[in-house]
């Protein structure tokens, strides 16, 4: 079974400011791809950024970035400039050979943008 | 293109009667995911069907089923609703195959309220 653990309910940051959202996984699996999704109170489920395992670098999109460390099975998101529409739940979500389609989701991290 | 489109976006029921979900994929896209999503479970993946067939199905009891059409739209059916039902119910599609290695688009959600 695979698991993904998300240990910070919660996290505020300052507008401008740059803030990273934790992620652990485990999978026996060596073939998989991690997620992180934003869930803004519309409820609708948006791709944020993804990662291929067999990539050593780390992905970045715009103003988000990974930290993917293989080894220790750590995923975390780096999201600078903050802005008020960065607000919503963040989701860390995996996907490997051995389940295919199937999402396995974390916790969560609801993410708080003050001015 | 088009997103991922689900009707109805709300929907009250009562113990015991059934409801069927319905979801349209992005033009293109043959693979369709369901998950449930709860406060207390959170994101749990329900079934994925891909041309017209399930080729992977998480767990939950035979209460919940569903169906692929030609066109890819897809439905869920959960009868003898009980109150633990109640959820956000979020369908997903990603072209092509059931590879791990494709991205998951969602939709808006379906808000069932059991009551």
């Known amino acids: 079974a695979q698991t993904v653990t998300q240990s910070q309910p919660e996290m505020s940051v300052q507008e401008a400011e740059t803030v990273t959202l934790s992620c652990t996984y485990d999978t026996s699996e060596s073939d998989y791809y991690l997620f992180w999704y934003k869930q803004p109170p519309s409820r609708q489920m948006i791709l944020v950024i993804r990662q291929e395992a067999y990539k050593q670098q780390n992905a970045t999109e715009n103003r988000f970035s990974v930290n993917f460390q293989k080894a220790a099975k750590s995923f975390s998101l780096k999201i600078s400039d903050s802005q008020l529409g960065d607000a919503a739940m963040y989701f860390c979500?995996?996907?490997?050979?051995?389940?295919?389609?199937?999402?396995?989701f974390g916790t969560g991290t609801r993410l708080q943008v003050t001015l | 293109k088009a997103g991922v489109t689900q009707t109805p976006r709300y929907l009250i029921k009562t113990r015991g009667q059934q409801v069927t979900l319905s979801c349209s994929p992005i033009?293109?896209?043959?693979?369709v995911s369901w998950y449930q999503q709860t406060p207390g479970q959170g994101l749990q993946f329900l079934f994925e069907?891909?041309?017209?067939?399930?080729?992977n199905k998480g767990n939950f009891p035979g209460r919940f089923s569903g169906r692929q059409f030609s066109n890819s739209r897809s439905e869920m059916n959960v009868s003898t609703l009980e109150l633990g039902d109640s959820a956000l119910y979020l369908c997903a599609s990603s072209s092509l195959s059931t590879s791990y290695q494709e991205t998951q688009y969602f939709g808006p959600g379906t808000r069932l309220l059991v009551l």
């Open positions: 979500a995996l996907k490997s050979a051995g389940t295919a389609s199937k999402l396995t």
């Open positions: 069907y891909f041309s017209e067939t399930q080729r």
């Open positions: 033009s293109g896209h043959r693979s």
